[in-house]
């Protein structure tokens, strides 16, 4: 699932608890800061990004569809895909 598919997710199960337009912006601040906490310091989730998955032996054909494929990666950088990391052990308690 993609980070801004997850975060919309969210605020539309939030929605019936939101009163007003700043508290909507409370909330989604609220999100990406602890999605930002799992990927970054506790290491629950996964940010899976295209460029990771390159390969380093680049061809000239590879450079040829490079505008394309920059596009898309520019996109990946923004909004990667969440995964929970497969070390982790949901339901322990540690």
């Not at 970054?40 to 505008?67: F, M």
Request: cysteine-free; overall charge negative; hydrophobic content about 40%.
């Amino acid at each position: 699932m993609r980070r801004s598919q997850l975060i919309e997710w969210y605020l539309e199960q939030q929605e019936d608890s939101m009163e007003s337009e700043e508290q909507f912006y409370q909330e989604q601040k609220l999100i990406k800061t602890v999605l930002n906490y799992l990927i970054k310091v506790e290491n629950v989730l996964l940010a899976i990004r295209q460029d990771k998955w390159l390969s380093q032996s680049t061809t000239a054909e590879d450079a040829a569809s490079a505008p394309m494929t920059a596009t898309s990666s520019s996109t990946e950088a923004d909004d990667p895909v969440l995964m929970v990391h497969p070390n982790f052990a949901m339901g322990f308690d540690m």
